[in-house]
T-cell receptor, first 116, second 111 residues
């Protein structure tokens, strides 16, 4: 299947700092990318949807000023967690969708963020 | 909200078929059913998807009822490496085609 790469796989940062997570589709162009977060023993929660060159659409309850999403190209989207706090510690997962009605989305391997 | 309901957990003996059910009674006519699985601390892995016909690939089979209100994922010969959380997802049929994850089924394959 197609490959979606997330970087970094894990990161530890201090409270108050910002962290950027990259999501790249390596062998296809992604018309849409999605960002999820997952707490331990819970399901994936959709945070936002981004289309290349457009502003991201955030799910209800997700702070857009807290979680900045940039989708600069058809193969790259970034999520920046601004002014991180310990409660932002979570597993963040991106997904890239190549377009078309009868196709599947592909997921990155996830980024484990720990804020200390 | 997720449009699917799944049992929270199941066990299966190694080498036997694992049958994972999913209810999606509010599915619309042009919405697909997707199955993914997530092994601990990894991103979800695509398994299979279908609209109304049964589907089979090298990983699994997908059986969708005629009224499309439920489906079953079949892993024909489960191995220990199939231990994972399995998610059945009805994909939104318009706009961004986003996936809304439900709670999934935690499948444990027993030796």
């Amino acid at each position: 299947g197609a490959v979606v790469s997330q970087h970094p796989s894990w990161v530890i940062c201090k409270s108050g700092t910002s962290v950027k997570i990259e999501c790249r589709s390596l062998d296809f162009q992604a018309t849409t990318m999605f960002w999820y977060r997952q707490f331990p023993k819970q399901s994936l929660m959709l945070m936002a949807t981004s289309n290349e060159g457009s502003k991201a659409t955030y799910e209800q309850g997700v702070e857009k000023d807290k979680f900045l999403i940039n989708h600069a190209s058809l193969t790259l989207s970034t999520l920046t967690v601004t002014s991180a706090h310990p409660e932002d510690s979570s597993f963040y997962i991106c997904s890239a969708y190549p377009g078309g009605f009868n196709t599947e989305a592909f997921f990155g391997q996830g980024t484990r963020l720990t804020v200390v | 909200d997720a449009k699917t309901t799944q049992p929270p957990s199941m066990d299966c003996a190694e080498g036997r078929a694992a049958n994972l059910p999913c209810n999606h009674s509010t599915i619309s006519g042009n919405e697909y059913v997707y199955w993914y699985r997530q092994i601990h601390s990894q991103g979800p892995q695509y398994i299979i998807h279908g609209l109304k016909n049964n589907e089979t690939n090298e990983m699994a089979s997908l059986i969708i009822t005629e009224d499309r209100k439920s489906s079953t994922l079949i892993l024909p010969h489960a191995t220990l490496r199939d231990t994972a959380v399995y998610y059945c997802i009805v994909r939104i049929a318009s706009g961004t085609y986003k996936y809304i994850f439900g709670t999934g089924t935690r499948l444990k394959v027993l030796a």
